[in-house]
């Protein structure tokens, strides 16, 4: 795809430039929400679901959740996809303004109406889209309605408690990383002990749900006490033929503050498609509108220079009163993200292998999302970033913020899908091409062959305590489960081939 147009990405600034202003006055609070009929989240297949899942009367509305149209479309045409992509861009930003309105309306359910009639003329033009060169999914039928549901950790927070899961499997999302950085903790691993020092806007006071610096959260029950989670990583035992090597790139911690609220994977040529800021290292020229050859053609951060790969994520930021020179603007305030954005003090890109075979190079311009930036509202069936602590890595959160003792420092892992289909480099939902290895036995799915694994570790030196969170769509509430990571391969071909012989040669390479 060619760029169409530039935009300067905005550059990190230091103290200067930075708001500070009560949290309160620059946007809305989300607490005191008025008690209202909430449903449980509509599955991905329809509208509504039956009155009998209901949440019941006596619950606060806390968000708004919407079927994902993007899920149910495993094809599209290609001639159809860019008109796809910007269609689904666009439910996005209707929900994101719902929220906005959401937020301020007395009465919750009213937003719900409006919303609909936006969405189903959207979805049409998507089934008209695709109807062009093929047939439309039919599940497309009724995901225009949308529900009010509760934050279910609401008043939790509390309870506190030991209450991991020892090892439980989370879809095959383990594999290969060297040390404690293992993926999958056991979800809903304990509650926060009530800890706070000031640094999260007073969270579990008495704004009620959804506190955070935003107003819409984090709040108190999304952290946990890393002291309080039980050891939980579990790896496939490495078998004969096994490819033991490692790849690490060094490409910095985005010093140099390259952001911008764009993901030129899902929502290519669409300003503000992601509603939250990212961090970039590597490539940098990524943005909304860079074509491969606008990557193949960039400046990169990596010390190797023929690693131009585009690694993003959501940004982390401070929940301490401090904000951004972005709090006025797409995907910063205008989207529910302020705070004092983060520089990682570390960020490791590793490569791995695989535990039962030997791997395959990455071709050039594949992309790989980890994580499902929406998991609140869809569940954790793509959610697969991880939360920690240094010194604790042999514990990991999926669903909560650790609150790291002193000295320790919080880390955010992502490990990549390790698997691919062996023929295209993306695909309509941006997930089917790739695949995680069995989280078991260390086997890709059938039809597909082992690659290098990206494992990604960031790590954040915050004072300790309930005080920080992840951008979000507002929507998501910044809960810990709507992290992710994004990588498109812009590895010089030769330099991939050397990847793939540094990890099936059992050497650790940089």
Request: hydrophobic share 25%.
């Amino acid at each position: 795809m060619g760029r169409t147009s530039r935009r300067t990405s905005r550059k990190r600034s230091k103290l200067a430039g930075r708001a500070i202003a009560a949290s309160a006055a620059l946007i809305l609070g989300g607490g005191g929400l008025v008690a209202v009929n909430v449903y449980a989240n509509a599955d991905e297949g329809g509208g509504p679901p039956p009155e009998s899942q209901a949440q019941g009367a006596g619950q606060q509305a806390t968000t708004i959740s919407c079927p994902d149209v993007g899920n149910q479309l495993p094809e599209v045409p290609e001639g159809a996809r860019a008109e796809v992509d910007r269609e689904l861009a666009t439910l996005d930003s209707q929900i994101t303004d719902a929220y906005a309105r959401f937020a301020e309306a007395e009465d919750k359910n009213s937003v719900l109406g409006p919303l609909a009639e936006q969405r189903r003329p959207t979805i049409e033009n998507i089934r008209s889209a695709i109807d062009q060169d093929g047939r439309a999914p039919q599940n497309l039928d009724g995901m225009a309605p949308c529900t009010l549901r509760a934050d279910d950790d609401g008043g939790r927070g509390q309870q506190g408690g030991d209450q991991g899961q020892d090892g439980q499997d989370q879809g095959g999302q383990n594999q290969g990383g060297d040390g404690d950085q293992g993926q999958n903790g056991g979800q809903d691993q304990g509650q926060n002990q009530g800890q706070g020092d000031g640094q999260g806007g007073d969270q579990g006071g008495d704004q009620g749900q959804g506190q955070g610096q935003a107003g819409n959260g984090p709040e108190a029950g999304d952290f946990v006490d890393i002291k309080s989670v039980r050891p939980n990583v579990q790896k496939p035992r490495k078998q004969r033929g096994a490819s033991r090597g490692t790849f690490t790139t060094n490409c910095g911690t985005n010093e140099n503050g390259k952001f911008n609220p764009d993901n030129v994977i899902v929502a290519p040529g669409v300003s503000n498609g992601a509603h939250h800021m990212h961090d970039y290292v590597g490539n940098q020229e990524t943005d909304a509108f860079s074509g491969d050859d606008d990557l193949a053609n960039g400046d990169t951060s990596c010390r190797n220079q023929g690693d131009k790969s585009t690694y993003y994520w959501p940004v982390l930021r401070l929940q301490n009163g401090n904000n951004e020179n972005d709090a006025d603007a797409d995907g910063g305030g205008r989207d529910k993200n302020v705070g004092e954005i983060q520089t990682p003090d570390q960020v490791t890109l590793k490569f791995v292998g695989s535990p039962v075979s030997k791997v395959t190079a990455m071709p050039r311009f594949l992309r790989i999302i980890t994580g499902d930036a929406k998991a609140f509202t869809n569940g954790d069936a793509n959610a697969n970033a991880s939360w920690s602590c240094t010194g604790f890595e042999n514990r990991q959160l999926k669903d909560k913020y650790p609150i790291c003792p002193q000295g320790s420092k919080v880390v955010r892992t992502f490990n990549f899908q390790s698997c691919w289909d062996g023929q295209n480099t993306d695909s309509a939902n941006h997930r089917t091409h790739v695949a995680f290895a069995d989280q078991r036995s260390g086997r890709c799915p059938q039809g597909f062959r082992a690659i290098p694994q990206l494992v990604q570790r960031i790590v954040y030196d915050v004072p300790p305590g309930p005080g920080f969170a992840v951008d979000s769509f507002p929507e998501q509430l910044h809960k810990p489960i709507t992290d992710h990571g994004d990588f498109i391969n812009v590895f010089d071909e030769r330099l991939m081939q050397r990847v793939a012989k540094c990890v099936n040669g059992n050497r650790r390479c940089t």
